[in-house]
């Protein structure tokens, strides 16, 4: 059993990015396989044009992972580009992929419809995710559920070339929670670092109180009772950062009425606070250690590559190169 996802430094880390990959990634370190973690930079350049601020993300993305309980005893961790004969094997897999399928992706057709100009690396997004995936013979990614489809197309890029050019590549899946396959973010969508509606897991502490007081209730008065009080964003976030029992019993208090939205919000607050107050702690040493943050990166890159080399070279006589 091998475990990976990538992040891309596309932004800051949010809610959704923890709950969605990084929690999951975290725990399968203690379960039985190995665990392979990278920074999607090459991923991020089809959002991201500013060079200091994919410098900047991809620090933080490592400082994240790190902070949240990435071991790098027990899992590898490494910069996408750092490793780029992925860009080769998305090439071969590029080739295998109809345009069709490429043109069904949701996310594609997502950001195509808010108006984003699409470009070739955009539109291709999901083969160069294939390749990290296949690269390092992966059977469980880790991933929120806007990644379900891509992680269908990688396996059926690997299926085709498996049947084109023989047995090459193992066939992985992806691992979804239930529970936090869809983070919701401030205004009730997705949260998602392209919309603007975000809950960082490491913001300042008033920003964050702001964010989270600011997010829109309607009208009705704390007495009233709320039978609609699952579909309620604050009870829908506290469910994925607090005790179960606690977000069970704020839950019935405002369905029950006698909760106001104000008290809600600060029970929010705390609870988001408190669960990632560790994690705070060990992310202010680590930006005090940014030289092993980048000798981790470092190592990560080099342990990767020696699993990445034969899958490649295997790759490439399957398919007659030399
Ligand atoms: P974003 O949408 O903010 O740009 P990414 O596309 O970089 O986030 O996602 C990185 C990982 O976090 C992926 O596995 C993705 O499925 C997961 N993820 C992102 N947003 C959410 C969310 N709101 N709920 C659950 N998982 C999420
Ligand atoms: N596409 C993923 C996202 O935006 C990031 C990603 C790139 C990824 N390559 C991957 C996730 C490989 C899992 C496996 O969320």
Redesign the pocket.
């Known amino acids: 059993m091998r475990t990976l ?1 990538g ?2 430094p ?2 800051i880390l ?1 809610l ?2 923890y ?3 990084m929690q999951p990634a975290i725990a399968a370190q203690d379960q039985p396989g190995d665990c392979y973690y990278f920074i ?1 930079d090459y991923h991020s350049m089809t959002s991201l044009l500013d060079p200091q601020k994919r410098r900047d993300y991809t620090l933080g993305v490592a400082l994240d992972w790190l902070a949240c309980g990435l071991d790098p005893a027990k899992a590898v961790l490494w910069r996408q580009s750092d490793v780029p004969e992925v860009c080769e094997l998305a090439w071969m897999l590029g080739t295998l992929a109809p345009m069709g399928l490429l043109e069904r992706a949701h996310s594609y057709k997502d950001k195509t419809a808010r108006g984003i100009a699409a470009n070739v690396g955009l539109f291709t997004y999901p083969v160069l995710m294939a390749a990290d995936i296949l690269l390092f013979n992966t059977t469980h990614v ?6 379900k489809q891509h992680v269908e197309m990688t396996r059926d890029m690997a299926i085709k070339f498996n049947l084109s050019y023989g047995e090459t590549f193992t066939i992985p899946e992806s691992v979804i929670r239930d529970e ?6 401030l205004d009730g969508q ?5 919309y603007g509606n ?1 809950l960082e897991l490491f913001g300042e502490e008033k920003a964050t109180r702001k964010k989270i007081m600011g997010i829109p209730m309607d009208s009705r008065t704390p007495a009233e009772p709320k039978p609609d009080a699952d579909q309620n964003i604050a009870i829908r976030l506290l469910k994925v950062v607090a005790e179960p029992t606690l977000a069970a019993e704020t839950e019935e208090k405002l369905r029950a009425g006698g909760l106001g939205y104000g008290d809600l919000k600060k029970i929010l607050f705390e609870q988001v606070w408190t669960h990632f107050a560790p994690a705070r702690a060990r992310r202010a040493e680590l930006v005090a250690n940014l030289d092993h943050v980048e000798k981790t990166l470092q190592d990560g890159a080099a342990k990767a590559r020696a699993v990445a080399a034969p899958v490649l070279d295997r790759a490439r006589r399957a398919c007659g190169l030399r």
Do not use: F
């Not at 880790?142 to 990644?147: A, E, M, N, T």
């Not at 936090?180 to 973010?185: E, F, I, L, M």
């Not at 997705?190 to 392209?194: A, T």
């Open positions: 996802t992040i891309q596309s932004g949010h959704g990015n709950l969605g990959a999607a880790p991933v929120g559920r806007d990644q936090s396959a869809v983070v919701p973010g997705k949260m998602s670092k392209s975000t």
